[in-house]
């Protein structure tokens, strides 16, 4: 339990009102589907077992909560049958009292842990016994809940970016899986630190409401209007950012002494050293468009000694992505389906020849197909303009940061503006105004 009681500094907003407002706007949304995206350690998890779920319970939600965190011994800890899952009715426990239940049963024992010595949902694609095993407790833990005929489900999937491709595909199997008489009653939530995990698991999802759209992680990407020369279908929140970073609407938060206090403790506690003043903190955050990552890159400059203050480091990332001519040119000149592939590296970098991945690319750069071919020839083009490269070890990666904040940039502008119809190239305002509130 002790893991658990120092909660992680965000949201820094009332968290039963927060709550509430996300599970509005889970009801809201075309898809009926939700991304909880922030960096590792700013308090997803926190917030999901402690506020939003026991309200999604008391509201007559039945729940099932999925944390495939490595902290957890069994390959996957559900939350969906006696006496794992907390019952709804009228004489439930009061939401606290559900909310210490849910952390309770997401603790195990430090034995179990040591005799598992394995990750929870860790799935190794050379084992058929894994992926078996796997899919087994999934299709059991969503079987009865959405099994309950008058009752909505929220089913939450969390820490999503520790999942491999494989994994991602089996839970999207069995969400395709639901009847949809079943499907018109369920709500999703995925929560996580990385987009490429988040992207790929809402992807399997959105099928299953009959939205085959946004499967590029791009806030312009859809189906629906990719290829008609329509603009594409706007779900609006269908992705949260936490006000951190990235991701298709991200529900931006006022840059109030609350939110740039939670952003320098969780720089702060990153990083070490003495947090900035909070006016000076304020002006850098919005100096790099609100993103906590950004503004601990300014302040791990300070800490360095790079920079002798935050505003001035964050001000000079700001500029030197904005500034650098050469580079503006070269994205600005990519064909559609280059500039695909570069937000494709942005998001991971792996598995970028997969089928469904290439029906994907054509989708959103107005494609009849995308061959591995097409695909290897734009990765070569990329590396030849000098905008990505790839290690011998390991994965395809931009190879300038001033092109990761470009990228950084842009999401968050796009995500307070309508969605641009293709993402051929930047659109960035040097001093856009929605950065000022």
């Known amino acids: 339990m002790k893991m658990r009681q120092a909660l992680a500094p965000w949201p820094h907003h009332p968290r039963a009102a927060l709550a509430d407002h996300y599970l509005r706007v889970l009801g809201e949304c075309e898809t009926r589907s939700m991304t909880l995206l922030g960096p590792s350690g700013i308090g997803k998890t926190e917030f999901l077992t402690l506020d939003f779920l026991p309200l999604a319970i008391a509201r007559g939600f039945r729940c099932v ?104 595909q089996a839970i999207g199997a069995e969400l395709r899986g639901v009847p949809a008489r079943s499907a018109a009653k369920l709500a999703c939530v995925f929560a996580g630190s990385s987009r490429e995990g988040l992207v790929s698991s809402r992807s399997e999802y959105a099928d299953l409401c009959g939205v085959p759209g946004n499967r590029s992680g791009s806030p312009s990407s859809s189906r629906s209007g990719s290829r008609s020369g329509n603009p594409p279908r706007h779900d609006a929140g269908t992705h949260t950012g936490c006000g951190v970073f ?92 280059q500039a695909v592939m570069l937000r494709e590296v942005w998001l991971s970098g792996t598995e970028l020849y997969a089928s469904v991945r290439r029906d994907r690319y054509a989708c959103v750069a107005g494609l009849p197909e995308v061959s591995k071919a097409d695909v290897q020839g734009a990765l070569k083009r990329l590396e030849r303009r000098g905008l990505v490269y790839r290690p011998s070890d ?44």
């Open 246 to 337: 990235g991701g298709h609407k991200v529900l931006l938060p006022r840059l109030d002494d609350g939110f740039v206090q939670t952003v320098c403790r969780w720089s702060a506690s990153r990083l070490g050293g003495a947090a900035p003043e909070l006016a000076e903190a304020r002006a850098a955050i919005r100096a790099v468009a609100r993103s906590a990552r950004l503004f601990r890159r300014a302040f791990a400059h300070v800490l360095s000694g790079d920079a002798t203050q935050v505003l001035a480091a964050a001000e000079s990332i700001r500029k030197s992505a904005l500034d650098d001519a050469r580079l503006s040119a070269s994205v600005n000149k990519l064909s559609a389906l």
């Open 394 to 437: 390991g994965p395809y990666a931009l190879a300038s940061t001033n092109l990761d904040f470009l990228f950084e940039l842009d999401e968050l502008q796009q995500s307070a503006r309508r969605p641009l119809r293709r993402p051929a190239a930047f659109h960035v305002d040097p001093s856009p105004s929605w950065a000022e509130g």
């Open 65 to 168: 909560y999925a944390d495939l965190a490595p902290r957890v011994a069994s390959p996957v800890e559900w939350l969906a049958t006696p006496p794992h899952h907390v019952a709804c009715s009228s004489d439930a426990a009061s939401p606290r009292e559900t909310a210490q239940t849910i952390t309770r049963l997401l603790l195990p024992s430090l034995l179990e842990c040591v005799e598992s010595k394995r990750p929870l949902m860790h799935i190794d694609s050379c084992s058929g016994a894994s992926v078996s095993a796997i899919d087994t407790r999934l299709k059991d833990a969503i079987r009865e809940a959405v099994g309950q005929a008058d009752q909505p489900v929220m089913l939450v999937f969390d820490n999503v970016h520790v999942l491999d491709a494989v994994g991602r």
